[in-house]
């Protein structure tokens, strides 16, 4: 599905715009011209996690990421004098802004904006209502003959908002109105590569049943805020995937894993990704003010057909505990996600909020290692056994003592 929209009024710029939903989910293109010669292209995917306050002072969060309703003014190529910019807008609930200076040889991305706006319908119950500004200067420098390319998944986190790109390709300052071959990869790409999807066209194998696998290795996974550890999970993860009638268990290796996340004072967000997973999101959330759980997962990632398997799920109530606190869990635990997914996790542990000098606080456990019920239980059953053997020893007594008297 393409749009065409008409130049911005004075630039002299056209703008062509392409949302390939039909390709790649809410995938962006935009290759923007000066006298029909192409200065900037750029192609990207993006998304934005809000958390924000409520009028009965609890906090929500609001993701926005389909660019149904976009628009670009603003947009512009650049020059020596000028910066080069993209601006996108979606409807009056966020607009987002990148800035490009050139600086020979090379061309820098200079900072990365977005304001949002409370009053919008995006953002049920808010208090306050008014427009919200964010920024952050990424510094990244790229020649200007290259066009940058980043698969992997580039989280940014600002003041209540988590941005996370991928999927990127972007050359400011196109030289000669034509886009380079030349890349400049980065740093994420080179050190885990998304496998490439292939299309297969061969007949589907018959369902089989998974090989079990061996328990996963445990990981240690740590967010920080302004230099502060807000977030510690240690787990061994284990997914399981059924599509089609066939299953299949991943074991996740922590060594060859990244992660990411954020914090603020109401949510919580691990974020997980290695060169099959795009992304896998554990957001943990507040309630009642005094306890926290695990709300909500979200998952994206290549299957070895070379289709993405993604499901979300954001009313989950699993790992609840008193904050302040940790959850724990060492037996294998199993989160149902949807009927098509469920994670399993093994020696589990837990603390999004209040964590203090990097270390976790006093353990709730979870049910499943409660052994303090089974104190009573083999207590009563040992008692039951002794009466059984005490009356079976009793009834042979008075046997015998009948027995007798019948011979006098």
């Known amino acids: 599905m393409r749009f065409h929209l008409s130049a911005v009024v004075g630039s002299g710029l056209a703008l062509l715009f392409l949302v390939l939903g039909a390709v790649q989910p809410y995938a962006l293109e935009l290759n923007l011209t000066d006298s029909e010669v192409t200065c900037l292209y750029a192609k990207w995917q993006m998304n934005f996690t809000i958390s924000y306050e409520t009028t009965n002072k609890t906090y929500k969060t609001v993701t926005i990421s389909e660019p149904h309703n976009v628009t670009y003014k603003g947009s512009r190529c650049g020059n020596e004098k000028n910066v080069a910019k993209i601006m996108v807008h979606y409807g009056s609930a966020l607009s987002w802004t990148v800035n490009f200076t050139k600086e020979a040889p090379d061309y ?10 409370t009053s919008d319908s995006q953002f049920p119950d808010a208090a306050p209502k008014g427009i919200i500004y964010v920024s952050d200067s990424p510094g990244l420098k790229i020649p200007l003959n290259d066009i940058f390319r980043c698969n992997s998944l580039l989280t940014v986190t600002v003041p209540s ?12 300052y196109v030289q000669n109105g034509t886009v380079s071959k030349n890349e400049f990869v980065c740093y994420e790409d080179k050190t885990t590569t998304p496998p490439v999807p292939i299309i297969h066209t061969t007949v589907p194998s018959p369902t089989t049943t998974p090989t079990p696998k061996e328990k996963p290795e445990v990981g240690i996974y740590s967010v920080k805020n302004d230099g502060v550890t807000c977030l510690l999970v240690t787990m061994g993860l284990q997914l399981n995937i059924t599509q089609e009638k066939v299953s299949s268990v991943i074991n996740i290796n922590p060594n060859s894993t990244g992660f990411t996340g954020s914090c603020t004072p109401q949510i919580a967000q691990l974020r997980l990704n290695n060169s099959r997973i795009k992304y896998l999101d554990f957001v943990f959330a ?14 994206s990632m290549y299957l070895v057909n070379g289709s993405v398997f993604s499901v979300a799920n954001n009313n989950l109530s699993s790992w609840d505990a008193p904050l302040g606190s940790s959850y724990m869990c060492k037996k294998e635990q199993v989160v149902s996600v949807s009927g098509t997914f469920q994670i399993n996790t093994f020696d589990l542990r837990v603390q999004p909020f209040n964590v203090t000098e ?10 499943l290692d409660d052994d303090t019920i089974l104190i009573p239980i083999i207590v009563g059953a040992g008692l039951s056994g002794l009466i059984i053997v005490i009356v079976i020893a009793y009834l042979i007594g008075r046997r015998k003592s009948y027995a007798g008297y019948q011979t006098l």
Do not use: P
């Open 108 to 117: 820098l991305v200079d900072s990365i904006s977005l304001s949002y706006n």
């Open 161 to 172: 908002v988590v941005q996370q790109y991928w999927d990127i390709l972007l050359q400011a």
């Open 286 to 299: 507040v309630k009642n003010e005094n306890r926290f759980y695990l709300k909500e997962v979200n998952v």
């Open 358 to 367: 990097g270390k976790y606080s006093t353990a709730q456990e979870c049910s």
